[in-house]
């Protein structure tokens, strides 16, 4: 079975850093795009990071643009969000997604995590 399995998350001060990791089995992960997302209490999932299959192109939400760095190990099944110079407006939980299309939305992508929870304390 397909497991996404997503860590990293806590209670973090502003303008402090998390790294977040995912780890995927039970499928070929170097040929899926995987994703971030977010969704805070009373909110729409919204999209993050995307990342393409070999790593070698990456995109952002404007919001958080700058600030977030995604990345991924082939090798090791493994996708991971760098997050710096956090606000209390990224609290929320983060979600990891696995998918074919693009651009990836809450709508096509085949997998999900079941998230994880980061809180910015301001």
């Known amino acids: 079975q397909v497991q996404v399995v997503e860590s990293g998350g806590g209670l973090v001060q502003a303008g402090g850093s998390l790294r977040l990791s995912c780890a995927v089995s039970g499928l070929t992960f170097s040929s899926y795009r995987m994703a971030w997302f977010r969704q805070a209490p009373g909110k729409e999932r919204e999209f993050v990071a995307g990342?393409?299959?070999?790593?070698?192109?990456?995109d952002y939400a404007d919001a958080l643009k700058g600030r977030v760095t995604i990345s991924r190990d082939n090798a090791e099944n493994t996708v991971y969000l760098e997050m710096n110079s956090l606000k209390p407006e990224d609290t929320a939980v983060y979600y990891c997604a696995a998918g074919n299309l693009f651009p990836m939305t809450t709508r096509n992508t085949d997998y999900w995590g079941q998230g994880t929870q980061v809180t910015v304390s301001s």
């Open positions: 990342i393409h299959r070999s790593g070698s192109r990456t």
